[in-house]
């Protein structure tokens, strides 16, 4: 299973920076908040349902409870949590019609960001995305299913970023944080064996510093994961 979500907040690795697309100037405090909360829904950590408590949250980042009332107020104005008439946070639950209009709005961007990157990226971008690449492999190998998806984004990330488009950037984000928690259930039991090794196209294309076979990728890789998604809903007969 996967850890608690508040044991994530006080540890958050790099990809908090990543999400907010390195701002300019240290970043307040409600804004660090809302980060670690946007990659903590994106990781799997929090689903569809789950109770945010501001208290909760607060103590694990050792600060007040009004930064983070303020971030969980700024997540819910975007979306990417539910507010209750009783002003409880929660993560929404999406419909079948969403998600998919969230994948096809994926489809639409990302293989663009990965052709734009590829084009503009100097030799130390090539080689710290190749060098993600053989991390997420290796992973995969371990059957670290939970570490290779932190990897995957990661890689991800990066990649987009050198893109040079940041309204893109966001608009990407923010359908990861909308869509993850509901297919955060994927990682658990056996899950993994289900999902091929997406990443192996995208490496030989940066590689090659192909950014036509970079964009097919990750077309690709969206295809079927979208495909194996909805086998595994009809395998739990929903």
């Not at 903590?40 to 909760?56: E, R």
Request: charged share 25%.
């Amino acid at each position: 299973m996967i850890d608690d979500y508040k044991s994530f907040l006080k540890n958050p690795g790099n990809l908090p920076e990543l999400i907010s697309y390195s701002p300019s100037g240290r970043p307040s405090l409600t804004r660090r908040v809302e980060d670690r909360l946007k990659c903590a829904l994106i990781l799997g950590y929090l689903k569809p349902g789950d109770k945010l408590v501001t208290k909760n949250i607060a103590d694990a980042m050792k600060m007040s409870v009004t930064p983070v009332r303020e971030s969980l107020i700024r997540l819910s104005a975007s979306s990417a949590l539910a507010l209750t008439p009783s002003h409880a946070f929660f993560v929404p639950i999406i419909t079948s019609e969403q998600f998919n209009e969230y994948m096809r709005m994926r489809r639409l961007i990302e293989p663009e960001l990965a052709e734009k990157a590829v084009l503009k990226m100097d030799a130390n971008g090539f080689e710290e995305c190749l060098s993600l690449c053989q991390k997420l492999r290796s992973a995969y190998e371990r059957r670290d299913v939970y570490l290779a998806h932190q990897l995957n984004l990661t890689l991800r990330l990066k990649l987009y970023i050198y893109a040079g488009l940041p309204e893109f950037f966001k608009i990407v984000t923010q359908l990861w944080i909308n869509l993850w928690p509901t297919l955060s259930y994927t990682f658990e039991s056996d899950s993994e064996d289900k999902w091929p090794i997406f990443f192996s196209s995208l490496e030989l294309a940066l590689s090659n510093r192909d950014a036509g076979a970079a964009a097919d990728a990750i077309r690709e890789s969206l295809d079927k994961g979208l495909r194996i998604y909805l086998s595994l809903l009809t395998e739990q007969g929903e």
